[in-house]
């Protein structure tokens, strides 16, 4: 993407919260040396990750990293907090590749200490070296399953078990998609090889529906499910272990896009709400462009490809230097993104929110986890009268706290449109974006100062 844009004679800064770029797939290891027996492995996605940063160090882009970014206005204008306090800078055209969150569909004792999400596993394992227990029960659905407990065996770790909502047969569908990615397949084939000379056992098409702490570790229960989600009847199987690493997909993080007001649509196959946009990443708003997972899930290949579309178009509507150039490499971009995006789309489908798995939540399970909302009071709160998830929101705090509905949004709102027999998630509607974007402390956009340092005017005369 910075390429394009910077060989069309364009200034271009890139803001990123993480400390070096990278991501979540080609995350740079913050330590190089083993940590807890786990060192940091010389593979395929560290060695793309590192070129990348090579060729992204050796261009004109001017880099903020470790700035979270907290407010975007409509004039452009992005604020953001960094090592050395609060800086902004206003642009002419913004893109926006703002990544996913991780979903998690609540269960009983999800919020306990140790239950974590497969994407927080990854981070450990891959950025900090560190063993997300010595022994981890992995659950949910999507790749991620795989790759979390491959690695936690090979950094020494014990996986106890795996349990996956998809059953054998959803995995046989996406053979096609997944044939167009050789490279892929063979990762995956090594996961597995792994999993299995461990002698893990996977529970297929099954979910967690009990977390309980017994002394010091932790006891799942898990429950056979129907293709929707919903537990069924059947023989329950309980784990003990010290750490659950538990994901349910992802969602596109569209929290600067739905601050503009460019127009949004839900997918569920796309991961939930996402910037309505054209093939090259136009957003409903001028000159502002999305681009990667933030505009669907699609997977890393394909948040790269789309990140090269978003550029072209960009640089091609500032009025680029080389137009003609640039014209040239559209179209083969776009076929590209096409076959990269369909093993993603493959992957997005089978991470999809399952209906009957929302279905499933008990009432005094918590829903928003920072406000302690159960999904009892999110129905009392539909039988009340809410009728759009910000009547919810105002009426029951859900997506108040400091991660602002990024955790609870997709289910709330799934919950809600269920409960009032609604046709689509368009009908209930999606939290309202509001600024700060990120949590941000007054230190951080006050820095230090004394008293002595606050100017104090002149005493009017008597």
């Known amino acids: 993407m910075q390429r394009w844009l910077v060989s069309a004679g364009l200034t271009v800064a890139l803001f990123d919260e993480n400390p070096s770029a990278g991501g979540q797939v080609y995350r740079d290891p913050v330590y190089r040396d083993p940590i807890d027996g786990i ?21 004109k882009v001017t880099t903020f990293f470790a700035h979270p970014v907290w407010a975007v206005t409509g004039d452009y204008r992005v604020d953001a907090t960094g090592p050395n306090g609060p800086l902004h800078c206003t642009a002419r055209a913004l893109i926006v590749a703002s990544g996913t969150t991780e979903r998690v569909v609540p269960f009983e004792g999800w919020t306990t200490p140790g239950v974590i999400g497969l994407a927080a596993a990854t981070i450990l394992l891959k950025s900090q070296g560190v063993l997300p227990g010595r022994s981890t029960l992995v659950a949910g659905c999507g790749p991620l399953l795989a790759a979390v407990a491959a690695k936690t065996i090979e950094g020494g770790g014990k996986v106890e078990a795996i349990a996956d909502l998809a059953g054998t047969s959803d995995w046989a569908r996406t053979l096609p998609a997944i044939l167009t990615r050789p490279d892929l397949l063979r990762q995956g084939f090594n996961w597995w090889r792994t999993i299995s000379r461990a002698g893990t056992p996977r529970y297929a098409r099954h979910t967690i529906v009990r977390v309980e702490p017994v002394e010091q570790r932790l006891r799942a229960t898990l429950a056979p499910c129907d293709a929707a989600g919903r537990p069924v009847g059947g023989q329950r199987a309980t784990v003990l272990v010290d750490c659950i690493a538990v994901g349910h997909g992802l969602t596109p993080a569209t929290e600067i896009t739905r601050l503009l007001r460019a127009k949004h649509g839900y997918s569920r196959e796309a991961g939930g709400w996402i910037a309505i946009a054209d093939q090259d990443g136009r957003t409903s708003r001028p000159l502002l462009y999305v681009a990667g997972d933030g505009a669907g899930i699609a997977g890393a290949a394909a948040a790269a490809t789309h990140g090269t579309l978003a550029g072209l178009a960009c640089a091609l509507d500032l009025g680029a230097s080389n137009p003609s150039r640039l014209k040239r490499r559209i179209e083969p971009a776009r076929r590209a993104h096409r076959h990269a995006a369909r093993f993603g789309h493959a992957m997005a489908n089978l991470m999809a929110l399952r209906p009957g798995h929302v279905d499933s939540i008990a009432a005094e399970t918590i829903i928003c986890r920072c406000e302690d909302v159960t999904r009892a009071e999110i129905d009392a709160a539909c039988d009340d009268g809410a009728r759009d998830v910000n009547q919810l929101k105002a009426w029951t705090r859900c997506g ?33 974006a509001r600024t700060p974007l990120r949590p941000v402390t007054l230190e951080a956009l006050t820095g230090d100062f004394t008293y002595d340092d606050i100017p104090i005017p002149q005493a009017a005369p008597l």
């Open 39 to 59: 060192g940091a492995s010389n593979n395929a996605d560290q060695q793309a990750g590192d070129a990348l940063r090579c060729e992204l160090a050796a261009s």
């Open 400 to 432: 108040m706290g400091p991660c602002q509905g990024r955790t609870c949004g997709d289910v709330a709102g799934e919950l809600l449109m269920r409960r009032v027999g609604a046709n689509s998630r368009e009908t209930v509607g999606c939290f309202s």
